[in-house]
């Protein structure tokens, strides 16, 4: 079993829709948990952070860790053909060693 | 401002060959990070560096993989001999070194490799 679950995808939605996107996880000494959002062809940039647990918003996206279930969420509200990407679920113990998950490849339909 | 840098972009190589992919971090970061992403495994840490010393190199696969930090603007991951099996795409990451908040990590745009 992998640390870190995440679904593939591929998750194709309308324009508008709302995103949810999980990610699980084994290790219960995760502590730092992640979002990352890759375009084609290029590094993945850091969407959300969150320490421990709890939900964090930032615009349009909120973050929720549950470490109870050791299961993380990211929402995306209103979503825009922009927002088409893989998203990666990432979690670490001591904020440096980063563990991800597969990646969801998203796509937002105009 | 620059982000990170690698360089090559792509490489296409035979088996056998040795292999050199080059990074320079953000300047100021004081730790670096090599990755390597497969559609089989996904995104994997193959080692870090902080302050040039290297504290975590579990990730390496095999004795066939190097990285070296000689100092705080360029790191290399060195593959001899390459095997097709290390087709994947590399990516190098910089950050501060993590104190009482978190540091993002910043990723440059990798190098596609293909071993034939």
């Known amino acids: 079993q992998k640390e870190v679950e995440q679904d593939p995808g591929p998750l194709s939605v309308p324009e508008g829709a709302i995103v949810s996107l999980n990610c699980t996880y084994s290790?219960?000494?995760?502590?730092?948990f992640m979002w990352y959002r890759q375009y084609s062809r290029k590094g993945p940039e850091l969407l959300m952070y969150?320490?421990?647990?709890g939900n964090k918003e930032d615009g349009r996206f909120t973050a929720q860790v549950d470490k109870s279930s050791k299961y993380i969420s990211l929402f995306i509200r209103d979503s825009q053909p922009s927002d088409s990407a893989t998203y990666l679920c990432?979690?670490?113990?001591?904020?440096?060693?980063?563990?991800f998950g597969q990646g969801t490849r998203l796509t937002i339909n105009p | 401002d620059a982000g990170v840098i690698q360089s090559p972009r792509h490489e296409v190589t035979e088996m056998g060959q040795e292999v050199t992919l080059r990074c320079k971090p953000i300047?100021?970061?004081?730790?670096l990070f090599w990755y390597r992403q497969t559609m089989m495994r996904g995104l994997e840490l193959l080692i870090y560096?902080?302050?040039?010393?290297?504290?975590?190199d579990s990730g390496m696969p095999e004795d066939r993989f190097s990285a070296k930090m000689p100092n705080a603007s360029f790191s290399t991951l060195k593959i001899q001999p390459s095997e097709p099996r290390d087709s994947a795409v590399y990516f190098c990451?910089?950050?501060?070194?993590?104190?009482?908040?978190?540091?993002?990590?910043?990723f440059g745009d990798g190098t596609r490799l293909s071993i034939l």
């Open positions: 990451a910089s950050s501060l070194i993590p104190g009482d908040s978190n540091q993002p990590q910043h």
């Open positions: 290790n219960s000494a995760f502590q730092y």
């Open positions: 969150t320490y421990s647990s």
């Open positions: 990432a979690m670490s113990w001591g904020a440096q060693k980063l563990v």
């Open positions: 300047s100021g970061h004081n730790s």
């Open positions: 560096f902080n302050n040039n010393v290297p504290i975590d």
